[in-house]
């Protein structure tokens, strides 16, 4: 095997590159839909990670094999391609709470207005009775002064007027 001598900035970025891959795995997740199981996800997210580490170790092989300036301009092409990376995650991260936000606002709404028609239906209810009693005690008046009326005027039994 051929031996590769690094300045020590190379190794401490190669190094920094490594942890700071692997390291974000766990932030940048995007959201997972609730019917994923948690063992599937910490499942997903150990591959992710075994990816990554492979990856970058596939990085260093390469990296070993360059020459000088080779080996920065591809440091650097990573750079760039992990900000890109970094900045979409951020994006997506950010587009995820607007559309959560955005559907509890939708069901925020829909609550108010489900409770305010049952307001509205309980009112309508409360007033039909009102209604319906008011009919019954107009009946109930209607027919006691029918009766008072009737009951008012003595009824004279023929036989019992004997002179």
Same mark, same amino acid.
């Given at each position: 095997m051929?031996?590769?001598t690094?300045?020590a900035a190379?190794?401490?970025l190669?190094?920094?590159?490594t942890v700071?891959?692997?390291?974000?795995?766990a932030?940048?997740e995007?959201t997972? +839909?609730? %019917?994923?199981t948690?063992?599937e996800?910490?499942? !997903?997210t $150990?591959?992710?990670? &075994? @990816?990554r580490?492979? *990856?970058?170790n596939e990085?260093?092989?390469?990296?070993?094999?360059?020459s000088a300036e080779d080996r920065?301009?591809a440091?650097?092409e990573?750079?760039?391609q992990m900000q890109?990376?970094?900045?979409?995650r951020t994006?997506?991260?950010?587009?995820?709470q +607007?559309? %959560?936000a955005?559907?509890?606002?939708?069901m925020? !709404?829909? $609550?108010?207005m489900t &409770? @305010?028609?049952?307001r *509205?239906?309980?009112?309508?209810?409360?007033?039909q009775?009102?209604?319906?009693?008011?009919?019954?005690q107009r009946h109930?008046m209607h027919?006691?002064g029918?009766e008072?009326?009737?009951?008012?005027v003595?009824?004279v039994?023929?036989?019992s007027?004997?002179?």
């Amino acid at each position: 095997m051929k031996a590769i001598t690094l300045s020590a900035a190379t190794l401490m970025l190669l190094g920094t590159l490594t942890v700071g891959m692997a390291d974000t795995t766990a932030t940048t997740e995007p959201t997972v +839909e609730s %019917t994923t199981t948690q063992t599937e996800l910490q499942t !997903q997210t $150990r591959e992710m990670k &075994q @990816e990554r580490i492979r *990856t970058m170790n596939e990085f260093k092989e390469q990296l070993a094999s360059m020459s000088a300036e080779d080996r920065e301009a591809a440091i650097a092409e990573m750079q760039t391609q992990m900000q890109t990376q970094t900045q979409t995650r951020t994006q997506t991260r950010e587009h995820q709470q +607007e559309a %959560t936000a955005d559907a509890e606002a939708v069901m925020s !709404q829909t $609550r108010t207005m489900t &409770q @305010e028609r049952s307001r *509205t239906h309980e009112m309508q209810q409360t007033q039909q009775m009102q209604h319906m009693q008011q009919m019954q005690q107009r009946h109930e008046m209607h027919q006691g002064g029918m009766e008072h009326l009737e009951g008012g005027v003595p009824q004279v039994d023929p036989s019992s007027m004997t002179r």
